[in-house]
Protein backbone atom coordinates (compact mmCIF):
# COMPACT_ATOMS: atom_id res chain seq x y z
CA UNK A 1 0.00 0.00 0.00
CA UNK A 2 2.65 2.36 0.99
CA UNK A 3 4.75 1.67 -2.31
CA UNK A 4 1.59 2.18 -4.21
CA UNK A 5 0.92 5.95 -2.75
CA UNK A 6 4.27 7.08 -2.94
CA UNK A 7 4.82 5.90 -6.65
CA UNK A 8 1.46 7.02 -7.20
CA UNK A 9 2.92 10.32 -5.81
CA UNK A 10 5.70 10.36 -7.68
CA UNK A 11 3.95 10.57 -10.84
CA UNK A 12 2.34 13.65 -9.53
CA UNK A 13 5.42 14.80 -8.95
CA UNK A 14 6.90 14.16 -12.28
CA UNK A 15 3.81 15.75 -13.98
CA UNK A 16 4.22 19.11 -11.18
CA UNK A 17 7.62 19.01 -12.60
CA UNK A 18 6.55 18.66 -15.98
CA UNK A 19 4.36 21.75 -16.24
CA UNK A 20 7.09 23.72 -14.57
CA UNK A 21 9.85 22.50 -16.72
CA UNK A 22 7.19 23.55 -19.92
CA UNK A 23 6.54 27.09 -18.79
CA UNK A 24 8.55 29.98 -18.19
CA UNK A 25 10.23 29.10 -15.59
CA UNK A 26 13.63 27.27 -15.44
CA UNK A 27 14.29 23.39 -14.43
CA UNK A 28 15.53 24.17 -11.39
CA UNK A 29 12.38 25.87 -10.42
CA UNK A 30 10.41 23.90 -7.46
CA UNK A 31 6.78 23.19 -7.09
CA UNK A 32 4.46 25.47 -5.28
CA UNK A 33 2.68 24.30 -2.52
CA UNK A 34 -0.46 24.11 -3.82
CA UNK A 35 0.75 21.44 -6.49
CA UNK A 36 1.66 19.59 -4.09
CA UNK A 37 -1.62 19.95 -1.65
CA UNK A 38 0.98 21.61 1.42
CA UNK A 39 -0.49 20.87 4.84
CA UNK A 40 1.03 23.60 7.46
CA UNK A 41 0.08 21.36 9.90
CA UNK A 42 -0.14 17.88 9.11
CA UNK A 43 -3.25 15.64 9.52
CA UNK A 44 -1.50 12.46 7.99
CA UNK A 45 0.21 11.63 10.91
CA UNK A 46 3.68 11.88 8.41
CA UNK A 47 5.55 15.20 8.37
CA UNK A 48 7.77 17.05 6.62
CA UNK A 49 10.77 16.69 8.88
CA UNK A 50 11.02 12.62 8.54
CA UNK A 51 10.88 13.46 4.89
CA UNK A 52 13.68 12.74 2.64
CA UNK A 53 13.65 15.95 0.39
CA UNK A 54 13.35 18.16 3.84
CA UNK A 55 16.38 20.75 5.10
CA UNK A 56 16.33 21.11 8.61
CA UNK A 57 18.71 23.46 8.55
CA UNK A 58 16.69 26.19 6.57
CA UNK A 59 13.00 24.87 6.63
CA UNK A 60 13.21 24.32 3.05
CA UNK A 61 12.60 21.73 0.63
CA UNK A 62 14.39 20.06 -2.19
CA UNK A 63 11.40 19.82 -4.19
CA UNK A 64 8.92 22.53 -2.77
CA UNK A 65 9.07 26.01 -2.99
CA UNK A 66 9.09 28.38 0.16
CA UNK A 67 9.76 27.81 4.04
CA UNK A 68 8.46 24.35 5.43
CA UNK A 69 7.32 23.60 8.80
CA UNK A 70 8.55 20.38 10.29
CA UNK A 71 5.15 19.68 11.45
CA UNK A 72 3.60 20.37 7.69
CA UNK A 73 3.60 17.68 5.12
CA UNK A 74 2.47 17.16 1.23
CA UNK A 75 1.67 14.47 -1.24
CA UNK A 76 5.40 14.13 -2.51
CA UNK A 77 6.26 12.98 1.06
CA UNK A 78 9.00 10.40 0.77
CA UNK A 79 9.96 9.03 4.25
CA UNK A 80 13.82 9.12 4.86
CA UNK A 81 13.61 6.20 7.14
CA UNK A 82 12.73 3.62 4.16
CA UNK A 83 15.24 1.33 3.64
CA UNK A 84 15.84 0.39 -0.76
CA UNK A 85 15.86 -2.99 -0.81
S1 LIG B 1 6.56 16.33 2.86
FE1 LIG B 1 8.65 16.30 2.06
S2 LIG B 1 8.45 16.89 -0.09
FE2 LIG B 1 6.57 17.55 0.97
S3 LIG B 1 6.97 19.69 1.64
FE3 LIG B 1 7.50 18.32 3.34
S4 LIG B 1 9.70 18.01 3.07
FE4 LIG B 1 8.93 18.74 1.11
Same mark, same amino acid.
Given at each position: ?20 ? #?? *?????? $?VTKLAV ?5 ? &? ?9 ? #?? *?????? $? ?11 ? &? ?10
Amino acid at each position: METALSRRNFFKFMLAVGAVS #FG *PVSLHA $KVTKLAVKYQQKS &TTGKKCKDCAH #FL *PKTNEC $KLVDGKINPEGWC &TVYLNKNIKKG
